[in-house]
């Protein structure tokens, strides 16, 4: 287990965990009924099985905060000069609630202590409260992938430099 670092002013205890069979079970119903991912038409069960891949360079972590699953962080640890995030999504129960930063906040300091050069993470054009909260956090546009996962929308992929 991880624990986060807290929150400027305190918050609520929170910590990483391997994501288990279970937590793949629970969460993914959940994040199949928000956009990006129902835009997507990923299912329960795509998502299960997403969440349920083992893949040593792609470590995939539940979110805990007040003993609940509050969300998910999926990494690839080796991309581009830098870790890339591949999945963070929280729970609507802990949108807005700061957690999503603690854990952008982990995810940099362990990419620091790996020596990377950057941080990559990518979002959906019409996402604009995810472009809105990278961006907040000091991440920067760097290309736009048009058509990428569906036809008529963009991926946004930006990049912070550490």
Same mark, same amino acid.
């Given at each position: 287990?991880?624990?986060? #670092?807290? @929150? #400027? +002013?305190?918050?609520?205890?929170?910590?990483?965990? /391997?994501?288990?069979?279970? &937590? /793949?079970?629970?969460?993914? #119903? $959940?994040? !199949?009924?928000?956009? #990006?991912?129902?835009?997507?038409?990923?299912? !329960?069960?795509?998502?299960?099985?997403?969440?349920?891949?083992?893949?040593?360079?792609a470590p995939r972590y539940v979110v805990t905060c007040n003993n609940e699953r509050? +969300?998910?962080? =999926?990494?690839?640890?080796?991309?581009?000069?830098? %870790?890339?995030?591949?999945?963070?999504?929280?729970? %609507?129960?802990?949108?807005?609630?700061?957690?999503? +930063?603690?854990? $952008?906040?982990?995810?940099?300091?362990? @990419?620091r202590t790996r020596a990377a050069r950057n941080i990559w993470i990518a979002a959906? &054009?019409?996402? !604009?409260?995810?472009?809105?909260?990278?961006?907040?956090?000091?991440?920067?546009?760097? !290309? =736009?992938?048009?058509?990428? $996962?569906?036809d008529g929308i963009a991926e946004i992929l930006l990049r912070k430099r550490l």
């Amino acid at each position: 287990m991880i624990t986060l #670092p807290s @929150a #400027p +002013g305190g918050g609520p205890a929170a910590s990483l965990a /391997a994501m288990t069979a279970e &937590d /793949a079970i629970a969460l993914a #119903p $959940l994040f !199949a009924t928000m956009d #990006p991912w129902q835009r997507y038409g990923m299912t !329960a069960g795509s998502l299960t099985a997403y969440f349920s891949e083992a893949d040593a360079n792609a470590p995939r972590y539940v979110v805990t905060c007040n003993n609940e699953r509050a +969300g998910v962080i =999926v990494m690839h640890w080796h991309w581009l000069g830098g %870790p890339y995030v591949q999945f963070l999504g929280m729970v %609507p129960d802990y949108q807005k609630a700061g957690l999503g +930063g603690r854990v $952008l906040h982990w995810f940099e300091t362990e @990419a620091r202590t790996r020596a990377a050069r950057n941080i990559w993470i990518a979002a959906s &054009d019409f996402n !604009a409260p995810a472009l809105a909260f990278y961006m907040s956090r000091g991440f920067k546009r760097v !290309a =736009v992938l048009d058509d990428l $996962l569906r036809d008529g929308i963009a991926e946004i992929l930006l990049r912070k430099r550490l």
